[in-house]
């Protein structure tokens, strides 16, 4: 852990939410005519961090708006620290597997993922697998969302611009409507199955305009 303590004042009346925020990586130290005195608790900071209580950008948003003074060390030490804390998580395709390597123990962060079925863990070789990888990137947009440095070797792209600009100028028919909005409902996932004839090549180029 960091040596130094990290000392700052906040002089002005903070939000009750903020200060659940703040509970979760400083102590609070007192009161004197400079403000409101806390210290950066650096195990509770980690451990905040690595249950997905809060993410560094929580701690940066709450001490750049209350103006914190630091007056041992400062906020650029603390970015040392959470650089340093941050939990990461590697993401590599090897062979027809798509593998995830944390950095550290990711605990609840990624508990609801494990229970749903998403990612399984291999003990023998201490990675996560990717069980459903339809949902690659909404795992990656989760991972970030929590606070996790993602690094995606994997070379997947979410969006590859088309060389042309398709154009339909049909009419789809209600089954048709249908199909096409119940896809689009699934967050743009699933296979439409129709009889042979019934125009899914049509919804198709609907779907891609």
Known sequence: MHSQELVFYIDEW????DYEILKKFARYLGRDYRG????IDVNRLVESLRKGEIKP??????????????VTGSMDTLM???NKYIPRIS????????????????G???????????LRYDKDRKVFVLTKPMYFFEVVHTLRSRGLE?????????????????TFRGSLREY???????????????VISLPTGAGKTVIAIAAIR
């Open 108 to 118: 609840d962060i990624i508990k609801d993922l494990r229970e749903s079925g998403i």
């Open 80 to 82: 040392e620290i959470l």
């Open 176 to 190: 048709q409507k249908e199909a096409l909005e119940a896809w689009r409902r699934n967050n743009y996932r699933g």
């Open 57 to 70: 950008n929580d701690v940066i948003d709450i001490l750049t708006g209350y103006d914190a003074e630091f």
């Open 14 to 17: 903070i939000d009750e939410e």
């Open 91 to 106: 993401i590599k395709r090897v062979g027809h597997e798509i593998l995830l390597q944390p950095s550290t123990y990711l």
């Open 150 to 166: 993602v690094v995606d070797e994997t070379g997947f792209k979410e969006r590859i611009p088309l060389p042309i600009k398709p």
């Open 36 to 39: 409101s005195k806390f210290v």
